[in-house]
C-alpha cells in the first residue's frame, strides 16, 4: 500500500463513521481516570499555555480536554467529517485538515505534541518518519504523548456501524515504539500500560509514553 493509499483509506473510513465514533466515544475520558492522569502529567510537564498539537485528533474530546488543562492547543485531522464535529462542539478552538507526515509547522514550533491514537492506522515502517516529523516541530525539551494499544497482531474494523468501510488498526509492543523514539533523538521520560477496563469492553491493554526532545 502506497502513503497515498493508507491516508486515503484512513481518511475515508473515518469520514464515513464520523458521527457514530463520536457519540460512542463521547464520554470515554470520563471514565478513564488514569488516562486522564497521564493527560494531566503531559500538560503539566509541557507547561500552562504551552502551544501543543493535537494530531489525529478525531471530533476533538481530546484537543478540548487539553484546554481546560490550560494549554494553547489545536487539533489536527484527515477526517473533514470529523473536524467538523470538532468545530461545532468546540467552537472555541482551532481545528486544521492535513497529515501528521506532512506537518505545516516550522522547526521547534511547539511545546508539546499528543498523538492519541493516532498513529495507530500509519504503517510500521512509515513510523521513524513519523517521529522525526513529530520531533521536528517540537522546540528543544518539548514533550511527545504517545497512546496505543499494545498487541503483536492488527485488529481488522469491517463495516462499523453498517457502514461500506474497513481499517486495519495496528496494536504494538512498548518496547518496539519506545525503541523507534529513541531512534528518533527523543528520550523516554514516562511509560504507562494499564490493564484492559472489562466494564468498557476493552481488549488489550493500553500503553502511553511520554518523551522529550533533548535540549
Known amino acids: 500500500m502506497t502513503e497515498t493509499d493508507f491516508l486515503t483509506t484512513t481518511r475515508t473510513f473515518y469520514d464515513a463513521i464520523a458521527e457514530d465514533y463520536a457519540v460512542m466515544f463521547r464520554d470515554v475520558l470520563a471514565a478513564t481516570p488514569l488516562d486522564r492522569a497521564v493527560l494531566a502529567a503531559f500538560a503539566e510537564l509541557v507547561g500552562e499555555g504551552a502551544a501543543v498539537a493535537d494530531l489525529g485528533c478525531g471530533p476533538g474530546r481530546v484537543t478540548a480536554h487539553l484546554a481546560a488543562l490550560g494549554l494553547s492547543v489545536f487539533g489536527l485531522d484527515l477526517s473533514e467529517s470529523m473536524l467538523a464535529i470538532a468545530r461545532r462542539e468546540n467552537p472555541g478552538l ?3 485538515q492535513g497529515s501528521m507526515l506532512e506537518l505545516d509547522l516550522p522547526d521547534g514550533a511547539l511545546a508539546g505534541v499528543v498523538s492519541w ?8 515502517d512509515r513510523l521513524p518518519d513519523l517521529f522525526a516529523e513529530f520531533l521536528r516541530v517540537l522546540a ?3 514533550h511527545l504523548l504517545v497512546a ?8 481488522h474494523h469491517d463495516r462499523p456501524f453498517g457502514h461500506q468501510v474497513s481499517l486495519d488498526f495496528q496494536r504494538r509492543q512498548p518496547d518496539r515504539v519506545s525503541g523507534l523514539l529513541t531512534a528518533a533523538g527523543f528520550t523516554l521520560v514516562s511509560r504507562t500500560v494499564r ?3 472489562e466494564p468498557r469492553a476493552e481488549p488489550t491493554p493500553q500503553a502511553f509514553l511520554i518523551a522529550r526532545k533533548s535540549v
Open 195 to 197: 490493564a484492559p477496563d
Open 140 to 142: 528543544p525539551g518539548g
Open 148 to 155: 496505543f494499544q499494545v498487541g503483536d497482531e492488527p485488529k
Open 117 to 124: 491514537y493516532s498513529s495507530i492506522h500509519t504503517p510500521v
Open 94 to 96: 482551532r481545528f486544521e
